[in-house]
């Protein structure tokens, strides 16, 4: 079993940043490929990031490429999600996930943990 925790959801404008954060607890956290997700309001939960065990493969969804940052530190057991220039179809809930994986993958089926979330809103 693997616990996961997410932090650093808030409130912002767009153009802004927030950092999030994930916090793994239990079984073997570097084995695993993380990953994050979002889920607007209605929609189902999409892909956003991806990170391969040791933090040498990432992976972004096309809208996020360039404005979003996924990274991992093995030593803390946490993972991160950097983003800047936020724009207000950012909107949702966050997700951090991990996949007992050697690759990246981008489906929501094969993610094996979730966390609870984090509510990100982008304000126009």
């Known amino acids: 079993q693997v616990q996961l925790v997410e932090s650093g959801g808030g409130l912002v404008q767009a153009g802004g940043s927030l950092r999030l954060s994930c916090a793994a607890s239990?079984?073997?956290?570097?084995?695993?490929?993380m990953g994050w997700f979002r889920q607007a309001p209605g929609k189902e939960r999409a892909f956003v990031a991806a990170?391969?065990?040791?933090?040498?493969?990432?992976y972004d969804e096309d809208s996020v490429q360039g404005r979003f940052t996924i990274s991992r530190d093995n030593t803390k057991n946490t993972v991160s999600l950097q983003m800047n220039s936020l724009k207000p179809e950012d909107t949702g809930v966050y997700y951090c996930a991990a996949a007992n994986s050697r690759f990246l993958p981008t489906k929501v089926a094969l993610y094996d943990y979730w966390g609870q979330g984090t509510q990100v809103t982008v304000s126009s």
């Open positions: 239990g079984r073997s956290f570097r084995v695993y490929t």
């Open positions: 990170i391969s065990w040791s933090g040498a493969m990432t």
